[in-house]
């Protein structure tokens, strides 16, 4: 079961960030080699493929998303951001486990809201099922700002 929704990916400002300093500093070189060529071809890619900022919090599973669920057989839930691994899992801002949208259990549980049940096959041929118990919106902590002082 696959979920091809769009091209985008979700990513946090952190990782966008990083991904245009690297596209940047690789952009100055005077003659790029034909793999730094590639780098930049693949960054600009992704960079037009990105979406930035928060969701709306209306409990739809979709990257960008914290979500909870239980699996069957499970005493404990499971949290974990909805977002693009390769690019998110970079930001160190993130203290939470990244499952990615396009993953056995990203698919099965896209477009969901709480209270709907899912279930996918894994690799190994193994059957999971279980409950999306809530979905909200990933919020990047922001640096506090300087106390003023007047």
């Not at 193994?126 to 919106?137: D, E, I, L, N």
Request: hydrophobic share 35%; no cysteine.
């Amino acid at each position: 079961m696959t979920h091809p929704a769009s091209n985008t990916i979700w990513l946090t400002r952190g990782a966008r960030d990083r991904l245009e300093a690297e596209l940047a500093e690789l952009s100055h070189g005077a003659a790029p080699s034909p793999a730094v060529e590639g780098r930049i071809r693949e960054l600009l890619a992704l960079l037009r493929r990105t979406e930035v900022g928060d969701k709306p919090d209306d409990g739809l599973v979709e990257a960008g998303m914290v979500v909870t669920v239980q699996f069957e057989g499970d005493r404990d839930a499971t949290t974990f951001l909805l977002a693009h691994r390769g690019v998110t899992v970079t930001d160190s801002t993130i203290e939470i486990d990244i499952y990615s949208p396009e993953s056995p259990l990203g698919s099965a549980i896209a477009n969901k809201y709480p209270g709907d049940s899912f279930h996918y096959e894994t690799p190994t041929g193994s059957h999971v099922r279980g409950t999306v118990v809530s979905a909200t919106p990933f919020k990047e902590s922001v640096p506090a700002a300087p106390a003023s002082s007047n």
